[in-house]
Structures are given as structure tokens and as C-alpha cells.
């Protein structure tokens, strides 16, 4: 599929101005840096929507989503993307619910508290939608089929019976594309799945573009456009040939 059928997709992970969490960054943002996010969405008239209305014609829209659900996005984030009446779609790891990314710690991350079942619940009563990210934080691309399968029912499972809603989207963690992705969300009853590298879309696996911390108004407005998805797309095939290129 040729890029640009999809809005652009944002992933964050962390808003916060602790320097503990500076381990974090990129995926970490301070205030500042979300503030001008929201900034230039609004300035350019763009609707945050969620999967879940993405049926709902749009002029521009553009969705937010938040990966792994830090308990401190109740600081700030959520509070300021509430007062601006915008939308995002948060993924859970839901074997971590009111833990904390226990999948980090080999990499020397901080430790981070994470949102428990009512934190999931007030969101998404409040409007927000909620993904799975997983049951446990693997990579999927690595486990068997069968084990996707049970991994992705068990997730689903426990956001529905939080939420009392239907659970139509899951982020792969660390952007991991499970193999047969396409049968094995549909067996699952998902509708779309988002990677953060692939250099052609479907809506099972749905292209995200990082904002980070040196990303200003100008950079971060070019990686809203169209162009900016094909070069990505063009970059990203480019670089897998490369790789299945044999060496002389
Ligand atoms: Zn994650």
C-alpha cells in the first residue's frame, strides 16, 4: 500500500520534566515539547481522532498515541491534551498494569510507574480510546504463531472487560511485526496494528513517526506531511535491500 492512505500517526511514550527520567529520551519529552506539539496541531487545524472514528471523514486528521501508559501522563499530558478538548489512543502492556516496565530494565532505563485498571477506565470514560501493547511487552516477530494468537486474545480480553468497550487497535512492541500479521489480527478481532518501521503500510501495520525533544515547529510540521511519509517509505525499502543485499 502506498503511503499517505493513513494520517500521520505521532508515538510518544514519556512527558515529563523529572530529570530522573532523562534516561528515557528521546522517548521521553519535557512539558515544553508537548505544549508545542499541541501548538501545531492546533495552529494548523488538525483533528486528533482515535482508530475508533476513523470512519468519520475528516479534512486533517492527525492521531496521537501514548505506548506503554506511564502513570505520570496524569501530570500533565492528559490534563493539558483534556483542556484542549484533543484525543489520543493509549496502548497497555496489560500483564504490567499497576507496574512498571519491568522490559527496560536490561537496557538501564529508569523504572517508571504504570497505570493500573482504573487509570484505564477513567481514560477511556473520559473519551480516550485505549490499544493493546501486548500482553506482556515481547516481540511479537519472535514468539510462535499460536503463542501471538493467545498473547493478543489475553490482551484484548482484559482491556474489554476494563473498558466495556471493543479494543480494535494494538501498537507491536518495540515496533516487533509479528509473521502472518494480517490473518493473525483478523483471527483476533483487531483491526489495525501499528509499527514504527515498515516501508509499506496496511492497516495492520501502520507507519509512526517519533517526536522528540529537537524537533521544532519547523521539523515537526514537515514530519506531518505527505512527503515526509514517502521519503520514510522510500528510505526505510532502500535500507531493506540493502541489508538482504548478500556480501561479496
Ligand atoms: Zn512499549
Given at each position: ?121 477513567h481514560l477511556s470514560d473520559m473519551g ?83 517526536y522528540h525533544d529537537g524537533d521544532d ?32
Amino acid at each position: 500500500m502506498l503511503p499517505g492512505r493513513f494520517p500521520p500517526v505521532i508515538m510518544l511514550h514519556h512527558v515529563s520534566d523529572d530529570a530522573a527520567l532523562d534516561g528515557h529520551k528521546p522517548y521521553s519529552i519535557s512539558h515544553g515539547s508537548f505544549t508545542r506539539l499541541l501548538d501545531v496541531l492546533e495552529d494548523g487545524q488538525f483533528t486528533t481522532s482515535g482508530f475508533e472514528d476513523m470512519n468519520i471523514p475528516l479534512h486533517k486528521r492527525v492521531i496521537i498515541t501514548f505506548d506503554d501508559c506511564a502513570k505520570h501522563l496524569w501530570d500533565f499530558a492528559i490534563p493539558e491534551l483534556q483542556r484542549r478538548n484533543m484525543k489520543a489512543v493509549f496502548y497497555m502492556p496489560t500483564a504490567c498494569l499497576g507496574g512498571t516496565n519491568e522490559w527496560d530494565m536490561p537496557f538501564g532505563k529508569p523504572r517508571i510507574p504504570l497505570m493500573n485498571e482504573a487509570d484505564i477506565k477513567h481514560l477511556s470514560d473520559m473519551g480516550m480510546e485505549i490499544g493493546s501493547h501486548s500482553h506482556n511487552h515481547v516481540r511479537l516477530g519472535e514468539l510462535r504463531r499460536s503463542e501471538v494468537v493467545q498473547n493478543l486474545q489475553q490482551s484484548k480480553a482484559i482491556l474489554e472487560g476494563i473498558t466495556g468497550k471493543k479494543i480494535i487497535s494494538i501498537a507491536y512492541p518495540f515496533g516487533s511485526i509479528p509473521g502472518e500479521k494480517d490473518n493473525i489480527l483478523k483471527e483476533t478481532g483487531y483491526a489495525y496494528g501499528l509499527s514504527i518501521y515498515s516501508a509499506f503500510e496496511n492497516r495492520y501495520c501502520i507507519r509512526r513517526f517519533i517526536y522528540h525533544d529537537g524537533d521544532d515547529a519547523a521539523r515537526l510540521k514537515a514530519k506531518l506531511s505527505l512527503r515526509y511519509k514517502i521519503m520514510r517509505a522510500v528510505n526505510d525499502k532502500l535500507l531493506q535491500l540493502k541489508s538482504a543485499t548478500p556480501k561479496k
